[in-house]
């Protein structure tokens, strides 16, 4: 459930392959055309009942033709989905990849700008010709705090504070608040918009640029075989405030479209789509406690994949 007194609450199942889904995948293939759907959270769709992701109602609503297998990673970066992808065909062969794209999945893929997240492939370095490429640290476990850890979990009352109230980011961000103001820098922090520091990202696009342009045609010569589609989000806030025009993140669609472009992979933009239907509608598209797809959102993002893929 989300936010203060479990509002929007849902169920999810974990599958034997370790993924969450309420289906089991399987190596074998049948007449059906397998989609493979791989990115983060949004992927995991963990917000919304089983049957009402996207991915879900697409193959609910073509049983005899489609098969989605989702594979999402919660904080998964774009740089980390290829190596998702390797797993993937290796096991399940799927006809089409989709990817789906979250704003901060460009800044994520760097690892100095996140040099928290050890767990996620990541670039290090790049240069005309070559990457330095951050290999993911396994895990390393430590019985009696992890034990703890376990135990602990198993109090409703601390899920509730630290996933519905969220308590530890509420203190920290308290706690950072009031040092900055003793420090008298608060209102020269950088401007964030859709979770990604749009300071960082005008004063160094060049390197979202090399990012996206290698990564995407990796990705291309990694699976010269399957039918690649991206899907993006659209710079949502802008979209209900009505200032679309004023989004700085929406140079990362752009940069994206240039890309899939060149090396022949299908793009669609939620933005265009997200903005006509707000402007008609007026629904948002997340929930006011978490930026996450709703249940509407999903829907839409459902709309827009089956008229995509009706329309080859």
Same mark, same amino acid.
């Given at each position: ?36 759907? =791989? ?11 089983? %049957?009402?992701? &996207? ?34 065909? #290796?096991?399940?062969?799927? #006809? ?10 460009? #800044? *994520? ?15 290090? @370095? ?19 705090? #992890? ?56 004063? @160094? ?17 990694? &699976? ?33 479209? *240039? @890309?899939?472009?060149?090396?022949? $992979?299908? &793009? ?14 007026? $629904?948002? &598209?997340?929930?006011? @406690? %978490? ?8 829907? =839409? ?12």
């Amino acid at each position: 459930s989300i936010g203060g007194l479990c509002r929007h609450p849902s169920h999810w199942k974990m599958n034997k392959q370790g993924w969450l889904n309420s289906k089991e995948y399987h190596k074998e293939k049948n007449k059906r055309k397998r989609i493979a759907i =791989i990115g983060d959270s949004y992927v995991q769709a963990m917000h919304v009942e089983h %049957d009402q992701s &996207f991915f879900s109602i697409l193959e609910s609503e073509n049983p005899d033709s489609l098969e989605c297998y989702s594979f999402g990673v919660s904080g998964a970066p774009f740089y980390h989905y290829l190596y998702m992808g390797k797993h993937v065909t #290796d096991r399940y062969a799927p #006809d089409v990849m989709l990817f789906i794209l979250i704003h901060n999945d460009f #800044d *994520e893929s760097i690892a100095r700008f996140v040099n928290h997240k050890k767990e996620f492939w990541t670039l290090l @370095e790049q240069n005309e010709d070559d990457s330095t490429i951050f290999i993911p640290i396994p895990p390393v476990y430590n019985n009696n705090w #992890d034990g703890f850890k376990r135990f602990i979990k198993k109090s409703a009352l601390f899920r509730y504070l630290n996933y519905n109230i969220n308590i530890r980011a509420i203190y920290t961000h308290w706690k950072n608040v009031r040092r900055l103001k003793k420090e008298g820098v608060l209102e020269t922090l950088s401007a964030y918009e859709n979770n990604i520091n749009v300071d960082r990202l005008e004063e @160094e696009g060049i390197i979202f640029k090399k990012l996206i342009s290698s990564t995407t045609k990796e990705i291309r010569e990694t &699976f010269p075989r399957q039918h690649i589609i991206f899907m993006m989000d659209g710079p949502r806030q802008h979209i209900y405030e009505n200032r679309l025009a004023e989004s700085k993140v929406i140079l990362l669609n752009q940069l994206v479209k *240039e @890309e899939c472009l060149k090396h022949e $992979i299908d &793009f669609i933009d939620l933005t265009t789509t997200f903005h006509n239907d707000y402007q008609e509608n007026g $629904i948002k &598209f997340n929930f006011e @406690e %978490d930026y996450h797809w709703n249940e509407y959102g999903h829907k =839409i993002v459902f709309r827009e994949l089956k008229k995509h893929l009706l329309s080859e």
